[in-house]
């Protein structure tokens, strides 16, 4: 079994900055590819960013891509999610995930997950 507890969301302003943090427990947390998706209400949970396990190659929504930064400590089995520039649009839920498969991107390739924290971007 793996916990996962994220949190760092909140309420900034359009332009601001936030950065959501996931906490690991259990199962060996290095041996994991992190990822964070996000959801709306109403809508599917979308794939943000994943990071493999020695952190040295990272994947994003084209949408984020060169305003949020995944990374990763494994010393302190903890994942980061760094978003800059924020958006009204990027207004959701954030969930980080563990996944011990060789795929990422999909919700089903992840096994374990987190509660979720609500990020308010305001314009």
């Known amino acids: 079994q793996v916990q996962l507890v994220e949190s760092g969301g909140g309420l900034v302003q359009a332009g601001g900055s936030l950065r959501l943090s996931c906490a690991g427990s259990?199962?060996?947390?290095?041996?994991?590819?992190m990822g964070w998706f996000r959801q709306t209400p109403g809508k599917e949970r979308e794939f943000v960013a994943a990071i493999t396990r020695s952190g040295g190659n990272t994947v994003g929504l084209d949408s984020v891509k060169g305003r949020f930064t995944i990374s990763r400590d494994n010393a302190k089995n903890t994942v980061y999610l760094q978003m800059n520039s924020l958006k009204p649009e990027d207004t959701a839920v954030y969930y980080c995930a563990a996944s011990y498969r060789g795929t990422y991107v999909r919700t089903s390739d992840y096994t374990y997950w987190g509660q979720g924290t609500q990020v308010t971007v305001s314009s």
């Open positions: 259990g199962r060996t947390f290095s041996a994991a590819v």
